[in-house]
């Protein structure tokens, strides 16, 4: 059996990973992946409905994954720690080895695209 800590461990690992599971907040993390975006451009970048990336927003702030900047009458989002990137960056090396693995895999849902 694990240790607490170690459990604890991987449920907050779990909880991270859920969180970057759906595919809207995934498209909202590539897109500040090149920098800060307010939410018309967040919305742009994602083709997803303005009420729907603010709600997918306010979940990813409240877990420390973006952050919000205000500019004048505009707030500005961006990655919430720059390993963000690496993490997602991590993931697109290893889907390049493992893409027909994993698009192969029926044990999740399959992607739309």
């Not at 709600?55 to 500019?71: D, I, K, P, Q």
Request: a positive charge; glycine letters at 8%; one cysteine or more.
């Amino acid at each position: 059996m694990l240790a607490d800590t170690s459990l604890h461990t991987l449920y907050l690992q779990a909880k991270l990973f859920r969180g970057l599971a759906d595919p809207s907040r995934l498209a909202i993390l590539e897109a500040l992946r090149r920098g800060p975006l307010h939410v018309s451009a967040i919305v742009a970048a994602t083709g997803l409905s303005q009420p729907n990336v603010s709600n997918h927003l306010r979940c990813l702030s409240e877990c420390g994954l973006v952050r919000a900047e205000t500019r004048g009458r505009f707030v500005h989002y961006q990655l919430g720690d720059e390993r963000i990137e690496q993490l997602l960056r991590l993931a697109d090396e290893l889907l390049a080895d493992t893409a027909c693995g994993v698009r192969a895999c029926g044990n999740y849902q399959r992607a739309s695209r």
